[in-house]
């Protein structure tokens, strides 16, 4: 027979960045982080997985199509954790199938163009995750399987548990205490949304992993952020959430992005995510926040230079209005190459 789950986790991004290893090895941030899942219009990866005795080793990967590697550290790590888990069902209840022994297929799209810059291995990871958790019939609940995501790609465990998810640093030295919490559910505050402005279909020249090491390394900034300036911002922000106060949300999320990259500009050597076109999306943010006469929009920018702008669905016409005049009035993902912008609602 063929074993087989299907499952979607959704994209997130993070309000607070996760930005600096402890531990490069086991994944551990230095600092915690909080994102805001964007499933309103449905942005997420689908995976199937499957096993079977009838498939040839070794396990497979497809994304978007095309065949990907599972030979890195980083999935063998999930693929063994899951493999382990499967197997301590398997001891306990012998009449069970030896699943975790069969190779694995693994099938997985993007229902979200590439074009938007979206980091796709936080969705991608989570999916992959959830969907073998389920082919196995692992009973771990999604915080406990954040865990194993967090050893895919760290921000891949905020994908695990929709709406607004933290992922506390922890302090034990085996990482078990460094996993996902929810902040709290989509549907306490579902007027929020978000817009996406792509700058620049290039691909990023500064992976995150390696920037990260080499601000860990070199910036002199990176310590305050990590041990002050993040502790009060996820205090503030978790607030913020609570209360439903967009004003501050926003301002803590717009704070929190510039300290992230002033953290990579006094890296050695320095790290530039944003371009030209990032900056004036920062200034337009600003403009129509002062015509406003109040916060209505946030910007924030991840290790790349494509905005995402959270807003609050009241004030749609305020904040998506002036981009779409001066970007055409086309819906839809408009990105072209070089210094034009294109955006999509979600
Ligand atoms: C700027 O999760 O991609 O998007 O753990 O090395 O895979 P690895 O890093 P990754 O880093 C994401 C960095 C960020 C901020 C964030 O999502 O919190």
């Given at each position: 027979p063929i074993y087989r789950a299907s499952t979607t986790a959704p994209v997130n991004i993070a309000v607070i960045k996760y930005w600096g290893k402890r531990d490069p090895k086991l994944n551990l941030p230095t600092n915690s982080s909080l994102s805001v899942s964007l499933?309103?219009?449905?942005l997420r990866t689908h995976t199937t997985a499957s096993c079977s005795s009838s498939y040839s080793s070794p396990d497979t990967l497809t994304l978007n199509s095309k065949p990907e590697s599972l030979e890195g550290a980083r999935p063998q790590a999930c693929l063994s954790s899951l493999r382990a888990l499967r197997s301590e069902l398997e001891e306990k209840d012998p009449?069970?199938?030896?699943?975790?022994?069969l190779p694995l297929r693994i099938v997985s799209s993007n229902n979200?163009?590439?074009?938007?810059?979206?980091?796709?291995s936080a969705a991608g990871f989570a999916a992959l995750i959830r969907a073998i958790a389920d082919l196995y019939e692992l009973p771990q609940d999604p915080t406990t399987l954040s865990l194993i995501a967090r050893q895919g790609?760290?921000?891949?465990?905020?994908?695990?548990?929709?709406g607004y998810v933290a992922w506390d640093h922890g302090t034990e030295a085996d990482g078990s205490d460094s996993k996902a919490r929810l902040v709290?559910?989509?549907?306490?505050?579902?007027?929020m949304r978000a817009l996406i402005l792509?700058?620049?279909?290039?691909?990023?020249?500064?992976s995150s992993t390696a920037g990260m090491q080499t601000t860990v390394q070199t910036s002199q900034l990176f310590k305050t952020r990590a041990e002050v300036v993040v502790p009060a911002a996820m205090e503030a922000m978790e607030k913020a959430i609570a209360e439903k106060d967009f004003e501050s949300f926003a301002k803590v999320t717009m704070r929190d992005s510039d300290s992230f990259h002033a953290t990579c500009l006094d890296t050695t050597p320095p790290i530039f995510y944003m371009n030209d076109t990032s900056r004036a999306a920062i200034r337009a943010v600003e403009n129509l926040n002062k015509r406003a006469g109040k916060i209505i929009a946030a910007y924030t920018f991840d290790a790349g230079p494509n905005a995402v702008i959270y807003y609050l669905h009241e004030n749609r016409e305020a904040v998506v209005g002036p981009f779409k005049r001066a970007l055409g009035?086309?819906?839809?993902?408009?990105g072209q190459q070089g210094a034009a912008i294109g955006y999509a609602e979600i």
């Open positions: 499933d309103q219009a449905d009449s069970l199938p030896k699943l975790s022994t979200f163009p590439t074009a938007a810059g979206l980091a796709s790609s760290g921000s891949a465990c905020r994908s695990l548990l929709g709290a559910p989509k549907s306490h505050w579902p007027s792509v700058a620049s279909h290039e691909k990023k020249d500064v009035e086309k819906e839809g993902w408009l």
